[in-house]
């Protein structure tokens, strides 16, 4: 059986954007809702979501989600040298030209990850198909920069931007910030040397979103204050993430 329970909340999560071969993610995201997902979670690892990136034809991004890294690292060794991974790995490898772009993360002391309850998983044998999107929801991800080693970002995210944020539109339902342990499973190169601040955010529909957006940034204090400061601390422009999550996605 799945070990869904200890990774309700998981401490440790990778977000993977993968860049693929021109047209080919939708053969790529039926080929991971139909045999990756429970096959993955019977490891120990949980499948947080799947989504097409609504700016780029040719992205998909993921995330899994593990104990902690010890765990993550006998789920890893158990699904890629297992016998799923064996049978479907070459057609996935197939349809990327890149899959290392990948940050290890995890959530910072104030919050608990992604809440996620796998048993509200659409099954394979809904009427969907595997790989359908989501209707209407999007989640929308901004990753800052900072300076290595340094902790003012994550005060100016988490202190200053989050609570505007609640005010103008919905809350935030994660934040995370980089995990700075060794990667236990070097097979699967992830970045390092980086200190980045992740914020996730559900909205119903792309309006939504960017209404949110809009007031959010019109807001006086996030205006003349909180946004100056952040782009002052920061080492690159921001990365937003518009995502459309697929039907066998747990966050949506």
Request: charged letters at 25%; aromatic letters at 8%.
């Amino acid at each position: 059986m799945p070990r869904t329970d200890p990774a309700t909340h998981p401490a440790v999560i990778e977000l993977r954007q993968y860049t693929l071969r021109p047209g080919r993610r939708d053969e790529l995201i039926e080929l991971f809702d139909r045999e990756f997902v429970e096959t993955q979670e019977e490891t120990g690892m949980i499948v947080l979501g799947q989504f097409r990136d609504l700016d780029d034809p040719d992205r998909f991004v993921w995330l899994r989600g593990f104990t902690d890294m010890e765990t993550r690292r006998e789920a890893l060794s158990a699904f890629y040298g297992g016998p799923v991974w064996a049978a479907h790995g070459p057609q996935a490898n197939a349809t990327m030209v890149d899959s290392d772009n990948v940050l290890l993360l995890r959530p910072l002391p104030a919050w608990r990850s992604f809440a996620v309850t796998p048993s509200e998983r659409v099954t394979p044998s809904d009427r969907r198909r595997p790989g359908a999107t989501a209707p209407d929801r999007i989640v929308a991800a901004v990753l800052w920069h900072f300076p290595p080693n340094t902790h003012d970002g994550i005060g100016l995210i988490q202190d200053g931007l989050v609570p505007l944020l609640r005010q103008t539109g919905p809350a935030p339902f994660a934040v995370l910030t980089t995990e700075t342990a060794a990667n236990t499973f070097p097979r699967l190169p992830v970045r390092t040397g980086e200190n980045v601040v992740a914020l996730f955010t559900s909205y119903p529909n792309e309006n939504a979103h960017r209404r949110h957006l809009a007031d959010a940034m019109a807001h006086p204090l996030v205006r003349d204050e909180i946004l100056p400061d952040i782009e002052r601390a920061q080492t690159a422009a921001p990365q937003l993430l518009r995502l459309a999550p697929t039907v066998r996605s747990l966050i949506r």
